[in-house]
């Protein structure tokens, strides 16, 4: 049997609730976010880019417009019998150093958290 060593996490994660990513190709469900990336959930299947910009929106009003993202993985809902309602979900992280005013938006959706 093969032994694999995981890896810790860069940076750890912040499950969110009422938290989206809104871009041209739709509206998902932020699923986690920390200070590398995001985690999403999309109800339709929706073509997701190598590099793309979203914004993140919660239901209290923080926004964190304009972000650049890297996908770094996706993965469809093959089995619809599934109690999944996402037919795609996503992992990106962040294409660039956030500004200063990035990072303070940022570090606001963690404190609703």
Known sequence: ME???LQPRKHPRHKLANT???NKQGVCRVFDLSQGG????CTSEVKIPDIWTV?????T????PDI?????WTAKNEDM???SIYQIVVGAQFDKNLSPEEQYALDQLFVVA
């Open 20 to 22: 989206f990513v809104v």
């Open 3 to 5: 032994t694999v060593s």
């Open 55 to 59: 914004d993140i929106r919660d239901d």
């Open 81 to 83: 019998n599934t109690a």
């Open 38 to 41: 995001v985690s999403f959930g």
């Open 61 to 64: 009003g923080l926004h964190l």
């Open 68 to 72: 650049s993202m890297k996908t770094v």
